[in-house]
T-cell receptor, first 116, second 109 residues
């Protein structure tokens, strides 16, 4: 039983298209995240939701829109895809949230997005 | 602002060699510190953690000690194996989440 699962694992699409990545966690965690990992393995937080409320929204183009229907799910929708959006996107979750953070993150296996 | 600095890789070692990957942090207050490991094609997995000064985290032969005086959390292993080849990330958590840039370790037989 996978703790944090995201789909699809691979996503190849053309510039200008709109795509979504889904994420679900069965750990009972309160907080979920989206991270972007570039080709040099650098990780950058994009969004964080705590109990369905947005708590972190880093400098990300507004073409990226997270949606959290419940605290076990956090989906990422991307409009008008650009070449520079090609990366691996990781969903993660942790217990607690808001204020000071001190819980380990649990990551999904990533979605490799390739924009052509 | 807060930051985490890791030594740049790649680090190439022979099997059974001693490993050190340096990590230092700059933060307001004293963040909780974590090491994660990422194998090819997978997400990051927690390796070990320490939440306060002088704590030592350990797992699978890896160790790291939270040293307040040097603001460091260096990862060590006494004898690496080929299966330890992966990318290692240091992370600090306080009022924000800060990852280091990752250090690739390659262990040769």
């Amino acid at each position: 039983d996978t703790a944090v699962s995201q789909t699809p694992k691979y996503l190849v699409t053309q510039m200008g298209n709109d795509k979504s990545i889904k994420c679900e966690q069965n750990l009972g965690h309160d907080t979920m995240y989206w991270y972007k990992q570039d080709s040099k393995k650098f990780l950058k937080i994009m969004f964080s939701y705590n109990n369905k409320e947005l708590i972190i929204n880093e400098t990300v183009p507004n073409r990226f829109s997270p949606k959290s229907p419940d605290k076990a799910h956090l989906n990422l929708h991307i409009n008008s895809l650009e070449l520079g959006d090609s990366a691996v996107y990781f969903c993660a979750s942790s217990q607690g949230g808001g204020g000071v953070h001190n819980s380990p993150l649990h990551f999904g296996n990533g979605t490799r997005l390739t924009v052509t | 602002g807060d930051s985490v600095t890791q030594m740049e890789g790649p680090v190439t070692l022979s099997e059974e060699a001693f490993l050190t990957i340096n990590c230092t942090y700059t933060a307001t207050g004293y963040p909780s510190l974590f090491w994660y490991v990422q194998y090819p094609g997978e997400g990051l997995q927690l390796l070990l953690k320490a939440t306060k000064a002088d704590d030592k985290g350990s797992n699978k032969g890896f160790e790291a000690t939270y040293r307040k005086e040097t603001t460091s959390f260096h990862l060590e292993k006494g004898s690496v194996q080929v299966s330890d080849s992966a990318v290692y990330f240091c992370e600090g958590q306080g009022f924000s989440f800060i990852f280091g840039k990752g250090t690739r370790l390659l262990v040769k037989p």
